[in-house]
């Protein structure tokens, strides 16, 4: 018989702990799971007591301690699409608010089907809870599938006994998410064909036919239009093969150019900034970004995440460079002691409504309703943006091609217009 330590939680939330002798943690994990209760660690008696002292010390387990067989296996997983992150924060939620224990709703979690997410990742789960590890670091061992906003917010439902809530917010946030990239993808799809089929049917007349209707013109010895003439003369530059080489090392080496230039902290930010101020798209992306800005740190502050922890999770979970500087600095300040109105207005890169918001969540005690309502209202503006968008990019494309293939077609019939003159006279 060996003495377990343990920490669990009632239905009602409240934290219990105690000391059971059973042969192992599989016993220990069953008798609390009898009692009723949720548990939350499992330890030796003698472990819980050198993990505390070690907490205590300030020591903290490094990833990199992880077994190499778990490295090998977070290796081999790829990041979960949003909606799938969303369909099994659901299905684990469900499971959870029937009444099961923690333990028995991970195993059944692989027997579901979690488009993207492996079943292996719910057994290993189950496996570090029946070894006594919280749910959150767990998670926190497989970052691949389980991003640092997500443990941050599953360790604060557990602290808080709500993790079935919490687990069913994460659900929402990630749906909203991907309910936001699908209406981009939607929007640029229509133009994107209008793109692939206007350029295929140029390279098909410049590569087919042109060479064609060439031939017939060389033999008619009749001098031609300016326009034919400009385009015999571009199929003709571009019928050479070392056209095509000069063309292709010339896109390597910008490409390979561009990619460095990403990469420096200048060109990061030049770029994203060029990004945010471009015409029409310019304003998909500024509110694209304070929606996500403003619906992450709402979601982390109203499931008890401090607010330096919700800052820095949520400048990780943004992808553009300068509203991560604007939320350094934010960060920066309010650890400080100032508000955060303040430090965002200060950023200049944040919008007037926001920082008003915020200011008047500050007052009444309620930021993250604020942030909340901020994100519902960008989210709606991103939905009337993109139509917009769509409505102006689609007919500009038409007219492009429009102009392409006529212009095509008129140094075509051009030719065979001044071939006609010749042969009357």
């Known amino acids: 018989m060996a003495q377990f330590s343990y920490r669990a939680r009632r239905r009602s939330g409240e934290l219990v702990q105690g000391i059971l002798d059973v042969p192992d943690r599989s016993a220990a994990l069953s008798q609390i799971e009898r009692l009723g209760l949720f548990p939350v660690s499992i330890e030796l008696a003698r472990a819980a007591a050198i993990a505390r002292a070690e907490r205590a010390g300030g020591k903290t387990l490094k990833a990199g301690v992880l077994p190499a067989g778990v490295r090998a296996l977070l290796q081999r997983k790829r990041r979960p699409r949003l909606r799938e992150l969303a369909t099994f924060t659901q299905q684990l939620a469900n499971l959870l608010q029937s009444g099961m224990p923690l333990t028995v709703a991970l195993n059944s979690m692989t027997h579901l089907d979690s488009k993207g997410i492996s079943s292996e990742v719910s057994r290993q789960l189950r496996q570090d809870v029946m070894e006594g590890k919280g749910l959150s670091d767990s998670m926190a061992r497989q970052p691949v599938v389980f991003s640092d906003m997500f443990v941050s917010m599953v360790r604060a439902g557990e602290q808080s006994g709500a993790l079935v809530e919490v687990l069913r917010r994460l659900a929402d946030h990630y749906e909203r998410f991907a309910e936001v990239q699908s209406k981009f993808t939607s929007a640029l799809i229509y133009p994107a064909i209008i793109a692939v089929v206007g350029v295929m049917i140029v390279a098909f007349f410049m590569s087919v036919m042109l060479p064609k209707f060439m031939s017939i013109f060389e033999g008619m010895k009749v001098p031609m239009p300016a326009s ?198």
Do not use: C
């Open 228 to 425: 034919t003439q400009l385009l015999m003369d571009l199929s003709d530059f571009f019928s050479r093969g070392t056209t095509w080489l000069f063309i292709g090392l010339a896109g390597v080496v910008l490409f390979v150019l561009f990619a460095r230039y990403k990469t420096t902290p200048g060109g990061r930010r030049r770029i994203d900034s060029l990004k945010m101020n471009a015409p029409v798209i310019g304003r998909v992306m500024r509110l694209n970004l304070f929606a996500q800005f403003a619906r992450t740190l709402s979601t982390l502050l109203q499931n008890g995440v401090p607010v330096l922890t919700a800052l820095k999770i949520t400048e990780e979970v943004i992808p553009n460079h300068v509203l991560k500087d604007a939320i350094v600095r934010t960060r920066e300040d309010v650890t400080d002691g100032k508000t955060l109105a303040q430090p965002l207005a200060r950023s200049r890169v944040f919008p007037q409504l926001m920082i008003d918001l915020v200011k008047i969540g500050e007052e009444t005690g309620d930021v993250p309703g604020a942030l909340r309502n901020l994100a519902n209202t960008y989210e709606n503006e991103l939905t009337i943006a993109l139509r917009v968008m769509t409505n102006l990019i689609e007919p500009a494309m038409i007219i492009i091609m429009a102009a392409l293939v006529g212009g095509l077609l008129f140094s075509v019939l051009s030719a065979m217009f001044a071939i006609t003159a010749n042969i009357g006279r």
